[in-house]
């Protein structure tokens, strides 16, 4: 029996306690195991999904993660239902990996592209560390050096100034010369292997670190060694030609001086003056070929002659000659180089026009002006001798005149494929033209 004092009431118990709530406890357990069993479903289920659309994407995206890290581009990560959030970083992710992809792609082509370049190059392409040792040579350096093979090089040379360069202090030289001027272009001595040695051409570059230290040298080879033996022999060869042409040149005009002296004493024992006269004319001929052979012998250059050069030591010889030391020359001259088969018919003409004005303009006084001018213009060349003599009479036509000077002019002129015309100079004297055009081929003339 129970007192409840509050309301004064007695409640007897006619059961035990465990009968009564035995089976209200049965009840609570069925409705909490029940509940249990329903909320472990909910979270297996939530861990499900949980499990398919977020774990699985993260970690398809992880392993994508890793195999680009690994330079692995084949899949990408699948897309994802039902998180925005994941969903956009996935497309982000294979946007990304497509880009990322192409460029490997484009670097792998570029890079292949460049082997194939470095490997079937015919110049020798290396790689030298600032050290002296050896990085890299493709196949053509590696036959340069003298190697089966680019890797016995690289094993070879780990001291490029002591095992390779022929000069001490070359290769020291050369990288002063990257550090301080850039890239350079130079020609070096090597030891091959076996021992030969051999002329290189090569064009170098230093590569520097951000400190801006040398890191290594990247060079081009070409082996020149039979370019520059032939180079030699071509070299010897053109010395032997012009010690050949200067010998030639030097017999024809020692060959013409012997002619020119003996007509000088043949004309000393002519006791007609015109046939003396004669015989002087034909040695002073002679004397002008001479002459030019004289100036291609002195001259470094067998192929022409200057004609203002010949021109000014034609005239003092002819004054010389003559005795007409009072005539004023006034020479207004250009450099006009001739060829050969120029020069002799210019000189042959200014030696015939220069012999007729000391004849005849300077005969009756003691001295004269005699003015010379040589210049090129468009093309032709001008050789213009004037006097202040008395002048030429004014019926004077140079192809109707007998005299075998004037009859040479005009064939010179005519064989020059030139003109010749005569007037008056400013001073009322003579005055002689001859033009002709410079650039001839080789066929000759009229005669």
């Not at 000189?347 to 005849?360: C, D, F, M, P, S």
């Amino acid at each position: 029996m129970v007192t409840i004092r509050a309301l004064g009431w007695r409640v007897v118990i006619l059961k035990p306690a465990r009968a009564v709530l035995m089976p209200i406890a049965g009840l609570a357990a069925t409705v909490l195991a029940i509940s249990l069993t329903y909320v472990g479903f909910l979270a297996w289920l939530f861990g499900r999904r949980l499990h398919r659309q977020i774990e699985e994407p993260v970690s398809a995206l992880t392993r994508a993660i890793q195999d680009m890290a690994r330079g692995e581009y084949g899949d990408l990560p699948p897309g994802t239902e039902g998180f925005r959030e994941l969903e956009v970083m996935a497309a982000e992710f294979r946007a990304m990996a497509r880009k990322v992809s192409e460029r490997a792609e484009a670097l792998r082509l570029s890079r292949e592209k460049y082997r194939s370049i470095f490997e079937h190059a015919a110049e020798g392409i290396i790689q030298v560390t600032a050290a002296g040792s050896l990085l890299s040579a493709n196949p053509a350096a590696a036959r340069i050096f003298g190697f089966d093979s680019p890797d016995e090089a690289i094993e070879h040379y780990t001291d490029l100034e002591r095992q390779l360069y022929v000069d001490p202090g070359a290769r020291t030289d050369l990288l002063t010369r990257l550090r301080t001027e850039g890239p350079q272009s130079f020609q070096l001595r090597i030891r091959r292997r076996d021992g030969d040695i051999r002329w290189l051409e090569a064009h170098s570059r230093g590569v520097t670190d951000d400190a801006g230290n040398l890191v290594y040298v990247e060079s081009i080879l070409h082996d020149v060694t039979e370019r520059l033996a032939a180079e030699e022999r071509v070299r010897a060869s053109l010395e032997e030609k012009d010690i050949l042409l200067k010998e030639i040149h030097h017999r024809v005009k020692n060959n013409l001086q012997i002619i020119s002296s003996l007509l000088y004493l043949q004309a000393l024992n002519i006791g007609d003056q015109a046939t003396q006269n004669l015989f002087m004319e034909s040695q002073s001929r002679i004397a002008t070929m001479a002459l030019v052979h004289e100036e291609l012998y002195r001259s470094e250059n067998f192929t022409s002659v200057d004609l203002r050069e010949y021109a000014g030591k034609l005239l003092t010889r002819l004054m010389q000659g003559f005795g007409a030391g009072g005539v004023r020359v006034d020479m207004r001259a250009d450099s006009l180089p001739l060829p050969l088969q120029l020069a002799i018919p210019c000189g042959l003409v200014l030696n015939e026009l220069a012999t007729n004005a000391i004849k005849h303009a300077f005969t009756k006084r003691r001295g004269g002006l005699l003015r010379l001018s040589i210049r090129a213009e468009e093309g032709s060349g001008f050789l213009v001798l004037e006097d202040d003599g008395p002048g030429l009479p004014e019926d004077f036509d140079p192809l109707a005149c007998e005299t075998l000077g004037m009859q040479l002019v005009t064939r010179l002129a005519a064989q020059l494929r030139g003109s010749f015309r005569t007037g008056r100079s400013d001073e009322g004297g003579a005055r002689f033209e001859l033009s002709f055009p410079l650039a001839q081929d080789d066929a000759p003339g009229e005669e």
